[in-house]
């Protein structure tokens, strides 16, 4: 008598514990998990120097998730939430791009940095950015051999890297961008 009136409650316990075990997951998956992509900019932003760090406000980690994140400064996003655009263009950021994941980041369009105090070298993954149309690095201090590898980025259609400071020539790789203009 007593265990066939126990079972029935303590499933019904169960279905409740499990229901509210099922909202707590749902409810912090939507509020806690950034996006991939917003991850990779948010670890970029850790290497930069603080006062660096400070121009990016916008970039947080409340803001990081895949509604919030295309709303960052200098980012423009496509219709599923995936970053096409970075133009940061006269921010003294002061750093380097070598932290910058751009594996993470494949549906770029635009990379727009001009006078943005960017040194050391350009980053190789920029060549697997095979929807790259817009690469602008004027007026910064970059430096190091040419970046040969942006000749494989058949995409690209206007490059610049006006006023830096590369140590070699313009080699023939980049005659092989045939859609530059
Ligand atoms: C740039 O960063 C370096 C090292 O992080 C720092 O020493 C320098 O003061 C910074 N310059 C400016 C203009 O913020
Ligand atoms: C940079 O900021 C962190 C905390 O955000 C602090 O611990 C560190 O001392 C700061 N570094 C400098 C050089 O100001
Ligand atoms: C975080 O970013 C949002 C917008 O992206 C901004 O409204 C908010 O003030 C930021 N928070 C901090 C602590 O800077
Ligand atoms: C890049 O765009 C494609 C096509 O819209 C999409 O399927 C993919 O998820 C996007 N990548 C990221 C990392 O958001
Ligand atoms: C980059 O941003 C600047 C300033 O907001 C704007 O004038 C310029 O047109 C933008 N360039 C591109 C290629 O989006
Ligand atoms: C570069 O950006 C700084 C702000 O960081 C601005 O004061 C300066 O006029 C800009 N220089 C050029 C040549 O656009
Ligand atoms: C990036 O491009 C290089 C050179 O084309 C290639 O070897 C490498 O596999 C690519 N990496 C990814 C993650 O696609």
């Not at 707590?24 to 917003?38: F, I, N, Q």
């Not at 993954?125 to 004027?138: E, P, R, V, Y």
Request: aromatic share 10%.
């Amino acid at each position: 008598m007593i265990s066939s009136y126990k079972f029935p409650h303590l499933l019904s316990m169960a279905t409740l514990l499990l229901l509210v075990a099922v909202h707590l997951h749902s409810s912090a998956a939507v509020a806690v998990v950034p996006s991939t992509e917003a991850n990779a900019l948010l670890e970029w932003k850790s290497q930069l120097p603080n006062r660096s760090r400070a121009l990016f406000s916008s970039w947080n980690d409340s803001s990081s998730t895949s509604s919030g994140f295309c709303s960052w400064k200098g980012l423009t996003c496509d219709a599923w939430q995936s970053v096409t655009g970075l133009n940061l263009s006269h921010i003294a950021i002061n750093g380097t791009l070598q932290g910058l994941n751009f594996l993470s980041l494949p549906n770029l369009t635009t990379i727009v940095f001009i006078n943005c105090s960017l040194s050391g070298g350009i980053p190789s993954t920029i060549s697997n950015l095979s929807k790259l149309t817009t690469f602008d690095l004027g007026i910064n201090s970059f430096s190091g051999g040419f970046p040969v590898f942006l000749g494989y980025i058949t995409s690209l259609q206007y490059l610049s890297l006006s006023d830096n400071y590369f140590t070699s020539t313009i080699p023939g790789s980049i005659a092989t961008l045939s859609n530059l203009t």
